[in-house]
Every structure is written in structure tokens, then in C-alpha cells.
């Protein structure tokens, strides 16, 4: 990227100051303080406004328009089309952990770009807010993503339960009960050991292990996968299926397959789980926009999800069911967008929000290959301290709920969790594949 | 979702509040077939109706336990009688090809002939005189009881009664065999018909309730597994994992066909080779215990473990004949030799007796040479016993595997496994056999008399999986060296050898985007290549044929897997190849499954088999093994015995046809429905 960058800047001296100021950008320097407070703590000014948006009001088709500056285009369509009213609540900040702060604080100096990253050791990799003239603004965030705390060091996802609607009717076709466990093996912060998991001589940044508990044809199947920290590597996956009692190596070009039948594939996971280095990254703008972050205690729960011990899930609303009941509120976010690096790709761009404070994207709008908004997907972020006791004071925003919608078929897949961010759940060894070939 | 009404009942085993999880479902699959090679519309093939409950609970201590329970009835034995029921099989006549060419008055005979009514009997070779006056040819075919059939001339000698009913020629669903040997075999559910019945290691002596419900025997067939587990965490990271009970141990990479996967036997009467593994495993008895020591400077993964199967000894279930699935039709080769041992019987196209030989050179079968029909005495030609391994540690199975992943994703094992061979070997009878020209008790060789075995088997192997990026490519490999195994080998005196056998499979699995299919979701497309080798294989060129081992030496067989996935995985067409190279034998089963609910599944599909010629499966039938000289010398042999080499599709064809070829019309349609309460 570097190397392309500096031959294209010594080839037209038209361009010889714009050039100057993206190689500078590119350059890395000591983060400041004042830096680390528009990261970090974005609303130590104030909260953000928009011209008629207020608390308590809620967004629908009739009033949509006035407000499409600040939602996605698929979630525009989404309301405009009458899938979906948008409840809107106070911003409320939710700072990250302390020691991610500390880290980054320590070691952005350190990062650069070259190939794909370097330098990086823990903390948000590129603190420094995105700039239109910088052109790595895009890929910057896009590594301050895959970098970020998403589930922290390592979290617990049970029970996780995916609903497939058939949004026309609400018919639920599917029902799948999951237990997600997600560990970072290195660049950790908060859970020992810090900041590797080793031995990890194939160096794996991250791992993902997923069990299927119902319905009775998947019950036992197990996935697992494994991200290289070589961004240039593609990540090894595992599929046990329990049907077949053994283990099935995937190829990870079906990371782009429905996963299961459902509305997601692999690469949605999270918002975007692929590499950094399989699609363009643009950066597009900064600005408020409304994103479906909320406080799990104050939501309206669902009748029929519920745990034993008093658990209680999001409940779902819009057509057929398929959105989260949640409160949305106005954020400061960057818009993100993704062209997949790949002809073949099953998706030709995604423009991905990315809270400016978390560094998660909360909502997405996905094209099909022929440039037309596909899907809707959206991640409700519950605030750690208004959650399960194991999560308060974790400073980890918890993924709560969700959907995906698929907007030209009409149908959905809507998500609701129970995490908890508890290292004691997730031992290395359940990453592992030898820990698959010891299911049912 | 579990099922509580059920769960409550279920005992408490343990402390642990978990409670029981437990599923409950229940499968019809229903089959029909169209006409076979003799031009008999089969109709129904299978009407199995399955409840299968599965049920889990944490025990106390972090031990947690799994078990399935399944029980099957299929109806296909009381809704098609003629075809597997009682009224199965019926009376058959056998080619007597040179009965209108012989000299002899006696012998002169239609050129087909009732069961039982062979020119070649006691009476007429006794006619012969000689030596050939105490022959013991013949057996009781015309009156029941424990009266002797006068034609034997055995006076008062009680032989056992084997009627011309509820017959079938042998391999007549799928070849035919003219001027070459002919055999009958009893088709009927061994209460119906006991003849030829006998315990081949779980099959082979089942009544009809049996065969409906074959989980329901002695071996409790109906707890599918039943099995305790627990993870022992090691103060330095490192983990034991143990396994106890009936369980499927899978070692393989490999779907429809298994290279290492060989720990538990493979019920092929379920469905040949169609069905899911997991569905026709036979679980066994086996303890498992994993030591995983995790990554390493080196390794991504390491893990040794132990298998070790301590249940009674048991084969593959190859089906008992009579059934609708029995895998290249040994069930049926073996029941009819069972019953040649135990009644005698009529073989068709045996004798050469005083008819003009076979022309040295040219190939075995129709023109060439003419034969006549032999009733054989009991006693004299078949199975005389099977030796299944009882229970002793000695014949329990032991297995080590080494297995791991290395830095850059290469996942691999090394195998090592001691076990039974779960296909019988048959092994002939050389000394106390009846000569049947004379009557004489002597010792011989080349006798088609045998005792059927489960020799040891010794493997070593290895497995491996990569997948290609740039390619989108997912690579399988298994590899597996085996000395102990057994062949027919009909240039051998006993009629076996036992030789090393290499096996190999490269498989391929590759998603791929096919527009016209599904644009978001991938169709898989997965081939798989076996490669067998036996080495030190024989074969020799006979005066008439080959003979020797009729395993081929090398072989090849193929499999294509294309499965797309429509409306959110809730329609699944597919289709499914299999060639096998060396056979020439290919099979195509395409079918759709469409999931209404959680709770309900459809499927349909069908299955058709194609071939190029069926001459390519004859082989060495042994009627040139001149066991018994001067009486069966072909021109040109010696006086010692040894094959000929004359051939024809009886009895071995089958092993050269391999499962797909032997299921040459049987095609299927197929319905089936799962509903999970």
C-alpha cells in the first residue's frame, strides 16, 4: 500500500501536496491526550444533535425523510417501507475499559501501515480521527475494528438464538439455540495472560467456536475458526457436524456462504469478520447518525426467550418480527465503506457505521453484486452495567440483539443473546480442534 | 426443544441439576423398485418406519452422559411377501446347457432343469459303474421328512429335505450367467426358511420379525449409544478426555467409502452404501481416552489417544438373503453355499461329464464347451462352518492415533489399529472331504468346501487436511497400509491368500458461487478419488480363464458430491456419483430434501445404476479346479487338483461387480418424511 502510494505520488506532481500531507498521515507519531479524548470520550463536550430528533420520539414512515441523513440507506428503507419504527432514547456514553485506553495511549506510536499492519501491539491501533484527505483513512478503520473489543478478550455467547423468519408471513421456520465462545489469543488487554495466549506458534489473532444446542438436524454441529494475525492468511475453519460424528475441514471461501441457512454469513459475523485485506476500505464521513445502543434492564423482553434463572431476551418487532424492540440513540460515527477485493464476491459493498467511540459497526447496509441494497443488519449494543452482574464494570458493550434483513427476499434473521464477558468460560482449549472431535 | 414429559421420567443418575435433554423423532422411508434383470417388478423395496430418542444429562462430578435409542420396523416383509416375505422366491429351474448334446442315455435331459432334478445324480452316475457306483451325489428334494429321496440309493439314510420353493438363482437380480454355473439360494426370512441359515456375525439366521426389526437381538442393537464422557483438566494445561461405552469411533475423512474409518463394522443392509455412515455403523463397545496437549512451539495441536474396543467381535452386516439391500450380494453367495453344505443341491452347468470340454483358449461362458446339472450330496461342496471370534481379550481391538496441526494449518494423524477383519475370508476344507464320484472320505485341495473366517488385521495409516486459498479448495488425504486381510484366491490350495493391501483417497471440497443455482449461497462440490492396492496380487492364465485373486489388483473408485442449497438451506437438491473405474459400474442418486419446520422434513430421491457389460465380473467358478481327478480333469490338466480357470458370473462375480455393479437394477425411487415431536 505504502509502496503504491509513493509511486503514485512520485508519478504527478499535480497531486504532489495532497500526497505530502496523506504520507504524513501515514507516519506515526505519539498519540496525544487531546487525541485519545475525541477517540475515547467523544461526548465530553455534549451529546450530539439533529435538526427534530428529540428523546422519546419515534421514527416511522411518515416522518422518516426528515431523518435519512442519520440512519443507513437500508434501515432508510427499512422504516420507509414500513418494516420498522425507530424508538429514539438519550445518548448515553460507554467508555471503553481503561486498560485499552492505557494501551493504546502506550503503543499507537508504534503502529504504521505497510503491507498490511505493523508495529501493533494492543489498544486501538489509529486513535487519531479519520481524515477525508487522508486516503488510508478507510483501511485505518477498518484495523481500529478488527482491533477493537468486540467481546473484549474473550466472551460467551449462551444461549444465542436465531430466528428464521419468512418475513411476508412471520412465519418462523427456523429456530437455532447456539453458544457462541470468542477468545483473542493475542493483543489482550484486560484478561491474563496479557497480551499473548502462547504457545500460539501459528500465530492466531482470534478464535471463534460455535456449538449448535437445537433443533435436533444441526444439534451437536461445531464450527470453529481461526484468524491468523497475518492479515495476508486466510483463517483456517473447522465444521464438526454432529450428524457425521467427524471433523470437516472448510474451505474458507465458504466464509461467504449462508452460514447455516440463515441470513448471515460467516463474514457478517460481528458486522465484518473477513480480513482487512479482502476488500477496499473507504473512508466515507463523520457524522451523527442513529444507532441501536441501549440499556438491556429498561428493553421490553420477550415472552417466550427466557433463562431459568430470570434471564430475560429482547423482544422482536417490525414486520414479521424480524427487528429488535430497542431504543436507538444519536452517535457520533464513522461511515465505512467496503468493496470486496475479489470478483465473485456475493457482495459488490458494504457501508459499515462505525461507533466512533466503541469502534463497532453497529449497523451496516449490504449491496448485492448488481449494486442494490440487499440487507439490513443490525447489532444492538447493550451497556455492561445495566446486564448480567458478570458484566458490569467489564467497560465491554455487549452485543444484545440483532437482526439481519434480507430486504429483496423478505425474509429475516433475527438474533438475540445472552453474553457474558467471562474469561473462566472461555479456556483456550475450547479453540482447539480436538476439543470438536470430542462432541456428540 | 427438549421433550419434559419424557425427560421427568427419566432417572435422576448423578447429582447434577441438569436436567435430562431429550429428542424424540420418528422417520418414514419408503421405497420402490422397478424390474429386475429377470423382468420381476419388485414394487416396494422398504417401508422403515424409525423412532429414534436421543438423550443427554451433565452427571455429577463433570462427567456427562449420551444415548440413542432407535428402533426400526420395516413392513416391507408383510407388504411385499413375494418379493422378501414369506411368499418370496419360489420354484426354479437351472440351465443344463449340454443336456440334449450328451451320449449317454441316462444322462440325455432338457437343457433346463427343476431344482433337484439333475441329470447328474446318485442314481445315474451310479449307472456308470465303477468306482462311481458308491457315489454320493443327490440329496432329498421330493419328500419331506426324515425320509431318504430313493433316488440317492442310500437306502435308509435320513437326508435332510430341500424343497424346489422359495428359490432364487444366485445374483439372478442383477446378471445372468449362461453356461455357467447356477445356484440356488433360499430367499424367504430364515423362520419362514431356515435353509442356508446361519450366524454370519449378526445376520444371516434372522426370522422375519428380526429382519423388521433388526435393533431388537441379543446385542441390544437398539441402544445405538450409550456412552459416559468427561474432560479431565491437568494442572499444566493439558487435558484428558475419556470416552466409555457403545459409541461410533470415526477416524476417517472420507464419506460413502471408508479407508480408515474401520473401527465399527458397517450395517450395508440398511441401505448398501447410500445411507449415512452414522446410520449404519454398528456401535460398539469402546473405551477412548485422549491425552491433549495443545499447542506446542511447533504444533497448533497435539493429542495422542487410545481406542480401545472391548465389545464381542462383530462383522459387517453384508444383509441376509432376502433382503433388499445385501452389498454385492455375499449375504446371498453365502447362504447359498450354506445351503449346499447343509442339503446339497442342485448346481447348475457343472458336470462336463461325457460331453465335449470347454476349447482351450476361447472365452468361458455360452458356446464354449457344454455342461450338465449336479445334484450335489450334503456334506460335499458350500460353507461348513463360520468362526466368529468369541470374547477374549486377545480378540479385542486395540487403536493409537497421533494427531495434530502444525503452524501453518496442516492438520494430519497417524494411525495405528489392531483389529478383525469385519469381511469374512472363506477358507477351504482339505482334508476329511467327501469325494463325492466315490463316496470316499479323503483329503484333497481345490474343493469348493469352505469354513468361513475373520482373520486379524493390522493397520497403519494416516490422515491429512489442508485447504488451498487461492483455489477455495479444502483437500482431504487418508492413507492406510493393512497386512492380515484375506482374498479369494483360487490359485491357491486353501483358496486365499492373505496379502498387504495399500488404500488410499484424495477428497476435494469446494463451495462455489453458481449463479444460476443460488447467487448468495454456495453449491458444495465435492469429489473423492480411492485407490487400492493389493500387493503380491496373482493371477494366472488358466487353460480357460484367469484365476487367481478376484479382487482386482488395482483399483479405482470415484465419487462427485454436488449439493445446492435453496430458501435459506431449507431446500437442499443434490446429486451424488459413484463410478467404479475397474467394474465399470456407475451409480447416480440424485434427491431433493425440503425442511418445512424444525420439526418436519421431506425428501425425495432416486437412485439408478448403469454398467457397460457384465463380462467384465466373471471369473475363475472353479468347476476346472479338478479337485477330484480323474473324475473332474478337464483335457490338459494334470492329475493334481488346480484351476482351469473356467469362468462365468457364479459365484464370484459379485466380488468383481463390487456394490455398485451387484446392485445393477435395483434402482430406487424414494420417499422419505422425519417429524420430531
New interface residues.
Given amino acids: 500500500m505504502k509502496k503504491n502510494l509513493k509511486a503514485h505520488c512520485l508519478g504527478s506532481l499535480k497531486i504532489a501536496a495532497a500526497c505530502a500531507v496523506a504520507l504524513l498521515a501515514q507516519a506515526a507519531h505519539a498519540v496525544t491526550e487531546a487525541e485519545l479524548d475525541d477517540a475515547f470520550f467523544p461526548y465530553k463536550k455534549g451529546m450530539p444533535s439533529f435538526p427534530g430528533l428529540k428523546a422519546g420520539m419515534v421514527i416511522n414512515k411518515s416522518n422518516v425523510d426528515q431523518f435519512k441523513d442519520i440512519l443507513s440507506p437500508a434501515h432508510y428503507k427499512l422504516v420507509k417501507d414500513g418494516w420498522y419504527e425507530i424508538p429514539v432514547a438519550e445518548t448515553f456514553d460507554m467508555p471503553l475499559p481503561k486498560p485499552f485506553i492505557d494501551a493504546t495511549r502506550q503503543n499507537a506510536d508504534k503502529v504504521k501501515l505497510g503491507n498490511t499492519i505493523e508495529g501493533y501491539i494492543s489498544g486501538r491501533p489509529f486513535p487519531q480521527q479519520p481524515s477525508a484527505s487522508d486516503p488510508h483513512a478507510g483501511e485505518k478503520l477498518a484495523w481500529n475494528f478488527k482491533y477493537g473489543l468486540n467481546w473484549g478478550d474473550g466472551a460467551i455467547v449462551y444461549p444465542f438464538y436465531w430466528q428464521?423468519i419468512n418475513a411476508n408471513t412471520g412465519n418462523v421456520?427456523?429456530?437455532i439455540k447456539f453458544e457462541f465462545h470468542f477468545l483473542n489469543f493475542m493483543h489482550r488487554v484486560s484478561n491474563p495472560p496479557i497480551p499473548n495466549i502462547t504457545?500460539?506458534?501459528?500465530?492466531?489473532y482470534r478464535g471463534t467456536y460455535v456449538k449448535v444446542i437445537?433443533?435436533?438436524?444441526l444439534?451437536n454441529t461445531q464450527l470453529l475458526l481461526q484468524a491468523y494475525e497475518d492479515d495476508t492468511?486466510?483463517g483456517?475453519a473447522?465444521l464438526y457436524l454432529g450428524?457425521?460424528?467427524?471433523v470437516?475441514?472448510?474451505?474458507?471461501?465458504?466464509t461467504?456462504?449462508?452460514f447455516?441457512?440463515?441470513?448471515l454469513m460467516i463474514e457478517d459475523f460481528e458486522g465484518y469478520n473477513g480480513r482487512v485485506s479482502d476488500y477496499k476500505w473507504k473512508f466515507i464521513e463523520t457524522k451523527s447518525v442513529l444507532m441501536p445502543y441501549y440499556k438491556h434492564n429498561l428493553m421490553k423482553k420477550d415472552p417466550v426467550f427466557k433463562d431459568p434463572d430470570g434471564y430475560a431476551f429482547i423482544a422482536a418487532t417490525g414486520k414479521g418480527q424480524c427487528m429488535p424492540d430497542i431504543t436507538w440513540q444519536l452517535r457520533k460515527v464513522h461511515v465505512l465503506e467496503g468493496r470486496p477485493a475479489e470478483a465473485?464476491h456475493?457482495v459488490s459493498k458494504r457501508l459499515i457505521y462505525l461507533d466512533a467511540q466503541i469502534m463497532t459497526p453497529s449497523i451496516s447496509t449490504i449491496y448485492?453484486?448488481k449494486g442494490d441494497i440487499w440487507k439490513a443488519f443490525t447489532i444492538g449494543k447493550a451497556h455492561p452495567d445495566f446486564h448480567l452482574p458478570v458484566n458490569k464494570g467489564s467497560g465491554i458493550p455487549l452485543d444484545d440483539s440483532g437482526s439481519m434483513v434480507d430486504l429483496q427476499a423478505n425474509?429475516c434473521t433475527m438474533i438475540r443473546f445472552r453474553g457474558e464477558i467471562d474469561p473462566a468460560k472461555n479456556p483456550?482449549?475450547l479453540f482447539?480442534?480436538?476439543?470438536l472431535?470430542?462432541g456428540? | 426443544?427438549a421433550v419434559p414429559a419424557l425427560a421427568q421420567d427419566l432417572p435422576a443418575m448423578g447429582e447434577s441439576t441438569s436436567p435430562w435433554k431429550v429428542?424424540v423423532?420418528y422417520e418414514n422411508d419408503t421405497r420402490f423398485r422397478g424390474k429386475d434383470n429377470t423382468g420381476n417388478r419388485v414394487g416396494l423395496s422398504k417401508f422403515r418406519n424409525t423412532l429414534q430418542v436421543?438423550a443427554?444429562k451433565n452427571l455429577s462430578d463433570g462427567w456427562a452422559f449420551?444415548g440413542i435409542l432407535r428402533g426400526t420396523y420395516d413392513g416391507v416383509y408383510q407388504l411385499n411377501q413375494d418379493e422378501y416375505g414369506k411368499s418370496a422366491g419360489g420354484a426354479v429351474n437351472l440351465e443344463n446347457s449340454g443336456g440334449q448334446m450328451v451320449g449317454i442315455p441316462f444322462l440325455r435331459s432338457p437343457t433346463s432343469v427343476p431344482y433337484g432334478q439333475a441329470p447328474v445324480n446318485n442314481a445315474s452316475i451310479k449307472l456308470l459303474g465303477g468306482p462311481l457306483a458308491g457315489n454320493a451325489f443327490g440329496f432329498n428334494s421330493t419328500v419331506p421328512g426324515t425320509v431318504a429321496n430313493p433316488s440317492t440309493g442310500q437306502g435308509a439314510v435320513p437326508l435332510p429335505y430341500s424343497p424346489n420353493q422359495g428359490l432364487r438363482l444366485l445374483f439372478d437380480r442383477w446378471g445372468t450367467n449362461p453356461n455357467g454355473v447356477q445356484v440356488a439360494v433360499p430367499v424367504r426370512p430364515c423362520d419362514k426358511d431356515s435353509r442356508g441359515c446361519a450366524d454370519f456375525g449378526g445376520y444371516g439366521d434372522l426370522k422375519q420379525s428380526e429382519l423388521e426389526a433388526p435393533e431388537f437381538n441379543s446385542r441390544l442393537d437398539f441402544i445405538r449409544e450409550a456412552y459416559v464422557?468427561k474432560?479431565f483438566?491437568l494442572d499444566d494445561?493439558k487435558?484428558v478426555?475419556v470416552?466409555v461405552g457403545k459409541q461410533?469411533v470415526?477416524w476417517?475423512?472420507t464419506d460413502l467409502f471408508r479407508v480408515l474409518d474401520v473401527i465399527n463394522p458397517m450395517d450395508y443392509s440398511r441401505g448398501n452404501i447410500y445411507d449415512?455412515?452414522?446410520d449404519i455403523r454398528i456401535p460398539m463397545w469402546i473405551l477412548q481416552a485422549?491425552y491433549?496437549m495443545?499447542?506446542?512451539?511447533?504444533?497448533?495441536?497435539r493429542?495422542v489417544s487410545v481406542v480401545w474396543n472391548f465389545d464381542q467381535f462383530r462383522p459387517n452386516n453384508l444383509g441376509q438373503c432376502g433382503q433388499p439391500n445385501v452389498i454385492i450380494d455375499a449375504g446371498c453367495t453365502f447362504r447359498a453355499f450354506k445351503t449346499l453344505w447343509d442339503y446339497g443341491g442342485t448346481v447348475g452347468n457343472f458336470a462336463n461329464l461325457a460331453l465335449p470340454p470347454p476349447t482351450p483358449g476361447l472365452t468361458s461362458g455360452a458356446g464354449n464347451g457344454a455342461f450338465l446339472a449336479t445334484d450335489f450330496g450334503p456334506h460335499q461342496i458350500g460353507i461348513r462352518n463360520v468362526d466368529l471370534p468369541d470374547w477374549k481379550f486377545n480378540n479385542t481391538q486395540l487403536g493409537l492415533k497421533w494427531?495434530g496441526?502444525t503452524?501453518?494449518?496442516f492438520?494430519f494423524s497417524v494411525n495405528g489399529l489392531t483389529y478383525r477383519s469385519q469381511m469374512p475370508s472363506l477358507h477351504m476344507i482339505n482334508t476329511g472331504v467327501t469325494n463325492m464320484f466315490t463316496g470316499a472320505i479323503q483329503n484333497t485341495t481345490d474343493l469348493i468346501a469352505f469354513d468361513l473366517v475373520y482373520p486379524r488385521v493390522n493397520l497403519l495409516g494416516g490422515s491429512a487436511?489442508?485447504?488451498?486459498?487461492d483455489a477455495?479448495?479444502?483437500?482431504?488425504l487418508e492413507a492406510a497400509y493393512t497386512s492380515g486381510e484375506e482374498f479369494t484366491n483360487t490359485a491357491r490350495r486353501d483358496g486365499y491368500s492373505r496379502n498387504h493391501v495399500f488404500r488410499s483417497v484424495i477428497g476435494l471440497?469446494?463451495?462455489t458461487?453458481i449463479p444460476w443455482i443460488n447467487?448468495?449461497?454456495?453449491t458444495l462440490i465435492s469429489g473423492q478419488l480411492f485407490y487400492q492396492h493389493i500387493f503380491d496380487h496373482e493371477e494366472y492364465a488358466g487353460a480357460y480363464g484367469q484365476y487367481g485373486m478376484v479382487d482386482w489388483k488395482d483399483n479405482v473408485t470415484g465419487t462427485l458430491l454436488m449439493r445446492a442449497?435453496l430458501m435459506?438451506?431449507?431446500l437442499n437438491p443434490q446429486v451424488i456419483f459413484a463410478r467404479d473405474f475397474k467394474s465399470h459400474a456407475f451409480a447416480m442418486a440424485p434427491s431433493v430434501s425440503y425442511?418445512y419446520?424444525?420439526?418436519l422434513?421431506f425428501s425425495i430421491g432416486a437412485n439408478y445404476k448403469f454398467r457397460s457389460s457384465q463380462e467384465r465380473w466373471h471369473y475363475d467358478d472353479q468347476r476346472a479346479a479338478n479337485p477330484f481327478a480323474p473324475f473332474t480333469q478337464y483335457p490338459g490338466q494334470g492329475a493334481s487338483p488346480g484351476s482351469a480357470g473356467l469362468s462365468g458370473l457364479v459365484p464370484l462375480g459379485g466380488f468383481r461387480a463390487g456394490p455398485i455393479g451387484a446392485a445393477w437394477k435395483e434402482d430406487e425411487i424414494q420417499f422419505t418424511m422425519k417429524y420430531?415431536f
Wanted: hydrophobic share 25%; glycine share 6%.
Fill in positions: 428464521y421456520e427456523r429456530t504457545p500460539n506458534p501459528s500465530a492466531f437445537e433443533p435436533l438436524d444439534k492468511k486466510r483456517e473447522y450428524f457425521q460424528r467427524r470437516r475441514r472448510l474451505a474458507t471461501g465458504q461467504t456462504d449462508s447455516l441457512g440463515s441470513d465473485g456475493p448485492d453484486r425474509h483456550a482449549t482447539q480442534v480436538q476439543n472431535r470430542g456428540d | 426443544m429428542d423423532f436421543e443427554d449420551h464422557k474432560l483438566n494445561g487435558q478426555f470416552k461410533q470415526v476417517g475423512r449415512e455412515m452414522q485422549e491433549r495443545g499447542a506446542s512451539d511447533s504444533f497448533q495441536d493429542n494427531e496441526v503452524a501453518n494449518g492438520s487436511d489442508f485447504q488451498i486459498p477455495n479448495l479444502a483437500v482431504r471440497d469446494r463451495p458461487i447467487e448468495a449461497e454456495a442449497s435459506n438451506a431449507r425442511r419446520s424444525d420439526n422434513q420430531k
